[in-house]
């Protein structure tokens, strides 16, 4: 390798550095909405140092252009669970146009190996979008992604961290050990991913023995959160103090709500004790907790300065609603 095309691919560099930083935060953009349905750990994204660019051209010592190098501009999804990876390939796949020769799946690896797990997809906007004033600039970058599950993620940066481009060098006690770690936390992405769906089944089965009302289901810390997360009568009530209000989007599920509002303990108290009495509670009061929510709400809110500030409604609000409506009225079921 000479000189030569180091210097004119830092040149290079130099000059698309803001085009490659702009696309950065646009396809981050782009992404956080397009997966904003699937459990994600974190996205980030990074344009390459000079420094760590100009080592991978001598290493390598293969590159001529700067387009010649797919992760000048790289982003990672990183998921909580493996089973959700391949949802968002099938995103990436339909909103991008892919370059199947450089992308690779690296856990795709050998049936009786165990190691660096990723997909490392090399992406370019779609031509569609090329076709665009806003991406006309960026029509000709290749960049990369990589997708992969949150234990997939620990086990890489530690490995990268301890040295995994000098792994060679490492005792091969420790090379195994590697390994070994690797198979384990293989194996814990399945149980992992197996465990969120019985904890989904567990819901679903709450749902429907409460629809068919065949079995009086106790309230407590998973009955309730089963019932906050699939009843149709509480989503009908959020949307309509939702509507009322015109707060955009839809109510989100959040744990912390659930359990800083301790729901079962409240619910007791009132003489609600399962969760066929809570859903006749919410229906019965249906109406008055929906003209009170919004009243309260929209008071609140002709106080604020900042008239762009929207109430979030999180799921399950509408129980916190007939709470206060009940212990207002002094009434115990
Ligand atoms: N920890 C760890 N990370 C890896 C491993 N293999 C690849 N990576 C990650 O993926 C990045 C890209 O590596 P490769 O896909 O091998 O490609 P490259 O070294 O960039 O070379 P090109 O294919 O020429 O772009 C690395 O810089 C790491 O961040 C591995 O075995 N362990
Ligand atoms: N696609 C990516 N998205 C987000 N971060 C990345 C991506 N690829 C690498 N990184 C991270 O960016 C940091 C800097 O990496 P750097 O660009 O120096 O080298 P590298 O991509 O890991 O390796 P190589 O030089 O072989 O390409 C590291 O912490 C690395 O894990």
Redesign the pocket.
């Known amino acids: 390798m000479t000189d030569d095309y180091l210097n004119k691919i830092l040149a290079e560099y130099k000059e698309c550095y803001a085009a490659y930083s702009a696309l950065g935060s646009k396809v981050e953009h782009t992404v956080r909405r397009l997966c904003k349905n699937i459990p994600i750990h974190q996205i980030t994204s990074r344009v390459k140092t000079r420094a760590s660019l100009a080592q ?1 051209i001598i290493k ?1 010592d ?1 590159y001529r252009n700067l387009d010649d ?3 000048i501009l790289g982003l990672r999804i990183i998921t909580y669970f493996e089973d959700d990876i391949s949802k968002i390939e099938e995103i990436l796949n339909r909103e991008f146009t892919v370059d199947w020769s ?1 992308s ?1 799946d ?1 856990g795709n690896i050998e049936i009786d190996k165990f ?2 797990r ?1 997909i ?1 997809f090399i992406l370019q906007i779609s031509e569609r979008k090329a076709q665009t004033k806003e991406y006309a600039d960026y029509k000709n970058i290749r960049f990369e992604i ?1 997708i992969r599950s949150i234990l997939q993620h620990s ?3 530690i ?2 961290d301890l040295g ?1 481009k000098s ?1 060679v060098d490492i005792p091969q006690k420790a090379q195994r050990t590697f390994y070994r770690v690797a198979a384990l936390l293989e194996q814990a992405d399945i149980e992992f991913t197996k465990l969120k769906k019985e904890i989904h089944e567990f819901e679903n089965s709450v749902n429907k023995n409460l629809k068919n009302k065949r079995e009086l289901i106790n309230i407590n810390e998973s009955t309730i959160i089963a019932f906050v997360k699939k009843n149709p009568l509480l989503r009908e009530i959020e949307s309509a103090v939702r509507k009322a209000l015109k707060t955009p989007g839809n109510s989100k599920f959040d744990s912390a709500y659930i359990s800083a509002n301790h729901f079962p303990a409240q619910l007791k108290d009132l003489g609600i004790l399962n969760l066929i009495q809570l859903e006749e509670q919410l229906l019965r009061h249906k109406d008055e907790i929906i003209i009170s929510e919004i009243s309260y709400l929209r008071s609140v809110n002709q106080n604020l300065t900042d008239r762009s500030i929207k109430f979030a409604i999180p799921q399950g609000a509408p129980i916190l609603w007939l709470i206060h409506y009940l212990q207002s009225n002094d009434n115990l079921i």
Do not use: R
């Open positions: 991978k390598k293969k190098i797919t992760d450089n690779v690296k190691g660096y990723s490392h990589q086990w890489a940066e490995e990268h995994y792994f």
